[in-house]
Each structure stands twice: as C-alpha cells, then as structure tokens.
Antibody
Framework: EVQLVESGGGLVQPGGSLRLSCAAS????????MNWVRQAPGKGLEWVSY????????YYADSVKGRFTVSRDNAKNSLYLQMSSLRAEDTAVYYC????????????WGQGTLVTVSS | QSALTQPPSASGSPGQSVTISCTGT?????????VSWYQQHPGKAPKLMIY???KRPSGVPDRFSGSKSGNTASLTVSGLQAEDEADYYC??????????FGGGTKLTVL
C-alpha cells in the first residue's frame, strides 16, 4: 500500500524554525518527484515546494522562497521541509504529496501535520 | 504565482449533475493540459479525482469528468450521491516550475 506519513509539526514562535519529515512506503520513492502543499485553517490548498526524484532540482512558492528548504534522503525513503523565519501566516496543515509523473498532478497524499506559528 | 478562481459553493440533488468551474489565464490553465481536480472531505487529505484535464485515476467513478475550454476548466459530477459532498479544488501548472490551486468549491448534496 502506498503511504506517506508526515511528522514534525507543532507550535513554534514567530521567527522560529521547524523541520517537517515525510516517510514514504509502498513504492519506489527514488523514482518520484515530490511536493509539499499546505492548507491554512479553514482555507484552501497552497503549493509550497517541489523536488525532483534525485533531489537535484527544487522549486518554491514566492511566499516561502528564501525561508523554506526542501530536501530528501532516498536511502531513507524520506522527504523533508526545513522551515525558518516562520510567520503567523505559515500556520497550516502541511501535506507531502507524490507527483504522479504526468502533468503536475499529485496522486498520493499524507494525512498532514499541523504547524502553528504563535507567541 | 497563480491563484485559480472557483465558485465558493455548488449544490445539487441526488441523481442530478453539477458542474464546478475553475478559471485561470493563458499562463496556467490555457497554456497547459495539466489541470487536476481534488476531492477533500472534512479533516481528510485531498484525493486526486481528475488529472491531465480529462483523465480519471483508477478507482475514481466515471460519474466524475473533466473538461477545458480556453482558460476555464470544469469538473462535472453526474448522478450525485451523498458521499460526493465535499470540497473540490482545481490545480494547474502555472509555468516557472510552479503549481497553482483554486480557492475551492464546497459541494452540497441537497
């Protein structure tokens, strides 16, 4: 069974840092590009970041560029999102999602991890 | 970056059909055949329902169909069922290696 499990969310103060992880199983992780997508409470989905299967290329939404860094460890079947200089508007459920390899579609999603930025 | 426009709500009675629109620009929807649609039930992760404008992943009922005309994409749900009540989001490649999502449409089955 294809599965993605996020972890690492929690409460952090404005200006702080947090590292999210996403553990993949049930598929050959190294064959797939991956995305991070977030959803603020009661709001819609917002794409955050994309990383190619090898990790050689990464892309970011303007709202997080320069503050967030996506990475992966294919030997550990894991995806990461290092978040720094966090702001209140970064408060959201963060999902990792598998890119379907067709046209920027995401065919498998984790259950999400909640990040709350507040003093 | 791209923010696609969806109506905030849509509704229909069981057995009826409902269509949800998603409007973008020539830089996203109009420029690529990369429109996807996601269904999200409360407290759950999104689920891919349509990709590449018209294609359904395995396991998605054929009651769900997608289309595109110019800068506007549409999701049609035919033969509405109670379990179709959910939030629906469109997405599209938006150029410059980015992805845009619509604001979401809450579908109510009356």
């Amino acid at each position: 069974e294809v599965q993605l499990v996020e972890s690492g969310g929690g409460l952090v103060q404005p200006g702080g840092s947090l590292r999210l992880s996403c553990a993949a199983s049930g598929f050959t992780f190294s064959n797939y590009n991956m995305n991070w997508v977030r959803q603020a409470p009661g709001k819609g989905l917002e794409w955050v970041s994309y990383i190619t299967n090898s990790g050689s290329d990464t892309y970011y939404a303007d709202s997080v560029k320069g503050r967030f860094t996506v990475s992966r460890d294919n030997a550990k079947n894991s995806l990461y999102l290092q978040m720094s200089s966090l702001r209140a508007e970064d408060t959201a459920v963060y999902y990792c999602a598998r890119d379907g390899g067709r046209a920027w579609d995401n065919d498998c999603w984790g259950q999400g991890t909640l990040v709350t930025v507040s003093s | 970056q791209s923010a696609l426009t969806q109506p905030p709500s849509a509704s229909g009675s069981p057995g009826q059909s409902v269509t949800i629109s998603c409007t973008g620009t020539s830089s996203d929807i109009g420029g690529y055949n990369s429109v996807s649609w996601y269904q999200q039930h409360p407290g759950k992760a999104p689920k891919l329902m349509i990709y590449e404008v018209t294609k359904r992943p395995s396991g998605v009922p054929d009651r769900f169909s997608g289309s595109k005309s110019g800068n506007t994409a549409s999701l049609t749900v035919s033969g509405l069922q109670a379990e179709d009540e959910a939030d629906y989001y469109c997405s599209s490649h938006a150029g410059s290696n980015s992805l845009g999502f619509g604001g979401g449409t809450k579908l109510t089955v009356l």
